[in-house]
């Protein structure tokens, strides 16, 4: 969700980061709170993507041919016509497993074409098969919790805990040195520069024990 912006703010200090983190996560639940209002109002059923899915899956349907199987398993074949070229394509269709062999239906947790044209067939409500998570109560109960403002630092409590580095996190399960494609900022400038004035304080005193070793004294 913050890609862009995480990126961007890669190379802004972590204050900064986690501050553009919680104002956009605010600015997020604010707007879905209030959108989940207005479909509520419209008597909508579901979330606008889920709406837009079904209605045009359903659409869709209508120029699809469905030959009826087994009646335990509703199941149905389902010729569609390509959307390019000549020819047809077949897919196979079974309510009681909630599948069809295009995939979609599982992707989505929305029925697809062939499964409201299946559904059509055998007298189902195919809204009924819609996944609970679209549903707009859900979508509102999710957004409806507040997000709390912070002040600053100085303000805080007294923390009565310790913060403990947990070295095992970063253990490396490969040989080698560990890559990263992290976009670095100031932070790992100064590890870079630490570790590149360390090494050269290393190589240093090597070189002095080698002149040391060639030219004893
Ligand atoms: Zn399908």
Redesign the pocket.
């Known amino acids: 969700m913050y890609q862009w912006s995480s990126e961007r703010a890669r190379r802004l200090p972590v204050t900064a980061i986690v501050e553009i983190t919680l104002q956009r996560t605010a600015h997020y639940f604010r707007e879905r709170a209030l959108r989940s209002g207005v479909m509520l109002s419209n008597g909508q059923l579901w979330t606008d993507f889920a709406k837009k899915k079904f209605t045009d ?1 359903g659409e869709k349907s209508i120029t699809h041919t469905v030959t009826k199987y087994d009646h335990l398993q509703q199941s149905a074949s ?1 010729v569609t016509k390509r959307q390019q070229g000549l020819g047809f394509n077949t ?1 196979v ?1 079974k309510l009681a497993n909630r599948e ?6 599982n992707q989505f947790g929305i ?5 409201q044209k299946v559904c059509a067939a055998y007298n189902i409500n195919a809204a009924s098969m819609v996944k609970d998570y679209y549903d707009v109560r859900a979508y509102k109960n999710t957004y409806s919790k507040a997000l709390q403002p912070v002040q600053s630092e100085e303000y805080w409590d007294v923390s009565n805990f310790e913060l403990v580095h947990d070295t095992t996190i970063r253990t490396s399960t490969r040989p080698g040195r560990s890559q990263t494609l992290r976009i670095q900022n100031e932070m790992d400038w100064r590890q870079t520069r630490a570790r590149q004035q360390a090494q050269r304080r290393g190589e240093s005193s090597r070189q002095s024990n080698v002149i040391e070793q060639d030219y004893p004294q």
Do not use: D
């Open positions: 899956w389902v897919h269709v069809c062999s295009c995939g979609k239906w029925p697809c074409s062939h499964a």
